[in-house]
């Protein structure tokens, strides 16, 4: 086999093989998707008759409410949650003896990473794009323009929040501690990131966590996207937090082939 063999039939094989995993069970698609429904409605309830954006000045999807403001932080959740729910099969695969197989056959040290990645980036793309179907809900547009633009946002988000999830995932040994540094680590990185409220600027301690957090330019991405209108300039963040987040995910990817590599060896 060469090596292009080597690297993308495994790939698929270990993409298709999360792909149908999650399918097969229905739990998993509705938490996924009903947790973080659930949360939007209650959270953008709740918030809405006090929620004041100080940056809202001419665009319509900030100011309209805070359902409206708090979608793609939902929408991040969404993929945040996915990330969790398909990267801990990384610790079952690794308890019923398949993670050991496939890392002393012979196949590229990239090619496990590269399929958990792709894997966790379709579901958490397919979740996406099914609750933005709920986007007018929240007085959001959703036409061929903003869909141009959420795309390449959502898989570019779906592949590092898969990558932060691998990365936890890799050298844990039981699902109960994976969880518990999931709660304690990622949701504090997307509460922090501007997705439930704006981040203060200037050069408080608030700010410096929202610019050094991965997960914010996620969020300013796809809330971008949204904000856009056909015929409009393109919004000045969007491709500065499209580059950063494409930049965490490539970090990550790396990071989890350099893991992969290590423990091959001890194989």
Known sequence: MNSS????????????????RFLRQRNRIIGALATPLVFWL????????????????????????YLAYFFPGTLVLIMLFTAIFSTI??????????LQGALVAPLSPAAIPLG???????????QAALFCLLAPLAGMPIGLHQIAL???????VGFSMTGLGFLVAWPMDSTQGFHAIMNIFLMPLWMMSGALFPMPAGTGWLF???????VSYGVTAI???FSTTGGSALPSDYLPALAITALFGAV??????LLVKKRTRRH
């Open 252 to 257: 990550t990817f790396v990071i989890s082939v």
């Open 42 to 65: 209650l959270v953008g309830s709740g918030f809405g008759p006090s929620f004041r954006n100080p940056a809202a000045v001419s665009s319509a999807v900030h100011a309209t409410s």
């Open 208 to 214: 410096w966590v929202g610019a050094l957090n991965p």
């Open 150 to 156: 959420l795309l390449p946002a959502l898989i570019l």
């Open 5 to 20: 063999q080597l690297l993308w039939t495994p790939t698929i094989a270990f993409w298709w093989r999360d792909v149908i």
């Open 89 to 98: 099969s990384v610790i079952e695969d690794r308890r019923e003896g398949f």
């Open 116 to 126: 958990k990645f792709l894997g966790g980036t379709t579901l958490a793309v397919l």
């Open 223 to 225: 809330r971008s996207a």
